[in-house]
């Protein structure tokens, strides 16, 4: 993660999955407020999640980033290596991956967990990572808190993806660390002017929070769902083919929603030339 070296059995695990509780809404509930998350083998249908990787992968190909000499199937990463951003102003055009994150199968999920009607936040994150990324371990409160607190994530690979893909990695527990929730989970990324991540670095987060973490190979259709207060970040991609994953964000319809990321032209965090650094954060904080 970020050039640094997790073991598997030793600094990051396996993550316990949670299918067969999938006919138990309290048992969801408890399973989440005890570990932050949800993880859901084969939640899509997996031919809809394979129509939106092609289209995706389609996307990536007429706009030059695939390697030209590979079949598009392979999404092999051009010889530039770069990373592309994909705006909402291409997402309104992805039809067949917008079935799938606003498919009936997510929001009847919500609807029976959060206990009533739905609603997703426009602002979608499809991702196409490139090489060498990493996402850095941070909560995503910190990118959309001006709304209800009781907001959910899930990540969704768009691929098979095996672990040099740079999969999701999180820390299990760390929803009831109770220190970085009144700290850096209230930090606001838009706001304030600070770092989002609240470290690049996995072993300092063991060392500082006790936390362990973990990651899995996925298959296209399986799901992670966890919630606003969850450290979680990702694993170095160091193959040559593209990531493809998606993290989306639903909420009861009836409570207060970010508008931040509502609308065809979802905010972007402000680019600021005098923005705090994470490390001045913690010492004011002093985690
Ligand atoms: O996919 C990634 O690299 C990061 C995902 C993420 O930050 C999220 O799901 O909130």
């Not at 070296?5 to 005890?34: C, S, W, Y």
């Not at 990463?77 to 997510?106: F, H, M, Q």
């Amino acid at each position: 993660m970020a050039g640094h070296k997790l073991v598997f059995g030793h600094t990051i695990f396996q993550p316990r999955e949670a299918n067969h509780i999938l006919d138990d809404v309290n048992a969801l509930r408890a399973r989440m407020n005890q570990d932050g998350y949800l993880l859901i083998r084969d939640f899509y249908d997996r031919d809809a999640v394979m129509a939106a990787r092609r289209e995706i992968l389609e996307h990536l190909s007429a706009q030059g980033y695939l390697d030209p000499s590979r079949p598009l199937e392979e999404g092999a990463i051009g010889p530039d290596n770069k990373g592309p951003i994909l705006k909402n102003e291409v997402v309104i055009n992805l039809r067949a991956y917008l079935r799938v994150v606003n498919s009936t199968r997510i929001l009847t999920f919500f609807e029976q967990f959060l206990g009533g009607p739905i609603l997703t936040l426009d602002h979608k994150w499809p991702r196409a990572v490139r090489r060498g990324a990493t996402t850095g371990a941070h909560y995503d409160i910190v990118y959309m808190g001006a709304g209800t607190k009781n907001l959910f994530t899930v990540w969704t690979p768009l691929d098979d993806l095996s672990l040099d893909r740079g999969t999701l990695a999180f820390c299990p527990g760390s929803n009831r660390l109770d220190i970085l929730r009144r700290t850096y989970g209230t930090a606001d990324a838009h706001n304030d002017l600070t770092d989002g991540w609240l470290s690049r670095n996995p072993h300092d987060l063991i060392h500082d929070f006790g936390v362990k973490w973990a990651s899995t190979p996925f298959r296209a259709a399986d799901v992670v769902i966890f919630g606003m207060y969850f450290l979680h970040g990702s694993l170095d991609n160091i193959s040559n083919h593209y990531r493809l994953s998606t993290d989306n964000r639903y909420q009861l319809a009836s409570e207060p929603v970010d508008e931040r990321h509502m609308g065809p032209n979802p905010d972007q965090i402000p680019k600021a030339e005098n923005r705090k650094t994470m490390e001045e954060m913690r010492a004011q904080w002093g985690i």
